[in-house]
């Protein structure tokens, strides 16, 4: 399987993004999907994830408020939109899944499939 993300790019504070990840299987059902970041010198940090189940979205208290995460299962696509972007929000953002019918969390090690990330950068 592969996550290709789409999206990234160079954007003035202030601003918004909305990444896409599409997934090159048949489908997202059953699979909890979400985005990873990080930043040059940093560890991965968790951004969000969509419950494999209820689609229910679970997201990092570093960026609550400003970002929300959404999938459309029948064009196998999670979506990221980031408002507010900050310097702090500069990274490599990497779409995940999580194993099938497999409850995740924030931790990089739950997540087996990683696409090849989308570079988000946020000029002052």
């Known amino acids: 399987v592969q996550l290709q993300a789409s999206g990234g790019g160079t954007v003035q504070a202030g601003g918004s993004l909305r990444l896409s990840c599409v997934v090159s299987?048949?489908?997202?059902?059953?699979?909890?999907v979400g985005w990873f970041r990080q930043a040059p010198g940093k560890e991965r940090e968790f951004v969000a994830v969509s419950n494999w189940r209820t689609g229910k979205a679970t997201v990092a208290d570093s960026v609550k408020g400003r970002v929300s995460i959404s999938r459309v299962n029948a064009m196998r696509t999670v979506y990221l939109q980031i408002d507010n972007l900050g310097p702090g929000d500069t990274a490599m953002y990497y779409c995940?899944?999580?194993?099938?019918?497999?409850?995740?969390?924030?931790?990089?090690?739950?997540?087996?499939?990683w696409g090849q990330g989308t570079q988000v950068t946020v000029s002052s």
């Open positions: 299987e048949r489908t997202l059902v059953g699979y909890a």
């Open positions: 995940v899944r999580g194993a099938y019918q497999r409850v995740t969390g924030t931790l990089p090690s739950e997540y087996p499939t």
